[in-house]
């Protein structure tokens, strides 16, 4: 038995629908719906049971009728710009503490979403090498409670049996419900169908010209694939980059939006907003040796690849992945 936590969330649901694909129904599913319309996520894939999220973390160590092999804990408030950091501290830090401490407890396979949001602005390398955590300088509170349970993790001496992953800008089907934190490529999807062009952030650092920012995009089904790897392969533990390692530019990621719909490209660069001036990446990049070191050996799908599957197949269609 497999518990999914963020079970109804983007990554979460992509990874139970990969587990169905793979014949695997035997599945937990540990969340919050609230009134949004993260529930479509749902629809159409199989599993056992969904538990609230507060229900679940309650009563793990009390009253849990299932006896879980593997715990795979997406769950987390991913906003960006959430502002209430004891908020975060409760639901980031604090929850995975306490399903970290039972699973090691009871020999569960615990793999856990980390973030490339641990990085900051990049200056200090993006190094999944657990060595390198303490050095690193998140630029929001999300980031920090996610660099908070790592180091944590690496005081306690968990990473020898635990999994931390450290996802990059990971895009693609079932992101529908994430409102702002949505990517680039949902929303200039909606604009280039709506309005018929693109509105990228006009650069403010001169080593960038407009629109060639860089980022590490990776499609959610390779970051599926990497996340699922570890559930098969036991022995790899600690902290480890979930990303294409080969960054590109914003230009590149919507000119092939625009090649996926055949449309001409239309680029409108718009100023930065001044409170994200200070806190803007232009460049980011996975390291991914560690992981081809470990015996990861699947290359992902290009920008291109993954761009045109998500909108040929599921944006244009208002597909989801259960669907």
Request: proline share 2%; glycine share 8%.
């Amino acid at each position: 038995m497999i518990a999914v936590t963020g079970g109804a969330g983007f990554i979460g649901s992509a990874i139970i629908w990969r587990l169905n694909s793979l014949g695997d129904d035997n599945i937990v599913i540990v969340d919050e719906l609230g009134q949004g319309d993260k529930w479509k996520n749902l629809v159409g894939l199989r599993f056992v049971d969904f538990i609230n999220k507060n229900d679940f973390i309650n009563n793990l160590e009390k009253d849990l009728k299932y006896n879980f092999n593997a715990i795979i804990h997406m769950g987390a408030n991913s906003s960006t710009t959430e502002k209430d950091a004891d908020y975060l501290i409760r639901n980031n830090y604090e929850y995975t503490k306490k399903l970290a401490q039972f699973s090691i407890a009871n020999k569960v396979r615990f793999i856990y979403a980390s973030s490339g949001a641990t990085y900051g602005d990049g200056s200090k390398g993006f190094d999944d090498d657990e060595n390198s955590v303490a050095i690193l300088n998140p630029l929001n509170m999300y980031g920090y409670s996610k660099q908070l349970f790592d180091l944590w993790a690496i005081k306690q001496n968990m990473l020898n049996c635990i999994v931390g992953l450290k996802y990059f800008n990971v895009y693609g089907p079932n992101e529908y419900h994430k409102g702002d934190m949505r990517s680039v490529v949902h929303k200039a999807f909606e604009q280039i169908r709506d309005e018929g062009y693109v509105r990228l952030f006009k650069s403010k650092n001169p080593a960038y010209k407009d629109g060639e920012q860089m980022r590490d995009f990776i499609y959610v089904k390779d970051a599926v694939d990497m996340t699922l790897w570890f559930l098969k392969n036991k022995d790899k533990n600690g902290l480890y980059n979930v990303g294409s390692g080969k960054a590109r530019t914003w230009n590149d990621l919507v000119i092939a939006i625009f090649n996926a719909l055949d449309k001409p490209v239309n680029i409108n660069y718009i100023e930065m907003p001044k409170h994200l001036e200070h806190k803007y990446q232009y460049y980011t990049e996975a390291k991914v040796d560690k992981i081809r070191k470990a015996g990861y050996t699947k290359s992902p799908q290009s920008l291109e690849e993954g761009v045109t599957d998500y909108v040929k197949n599921f944006l244009l269609r208002e597909k989801y992945f259960g669907v």
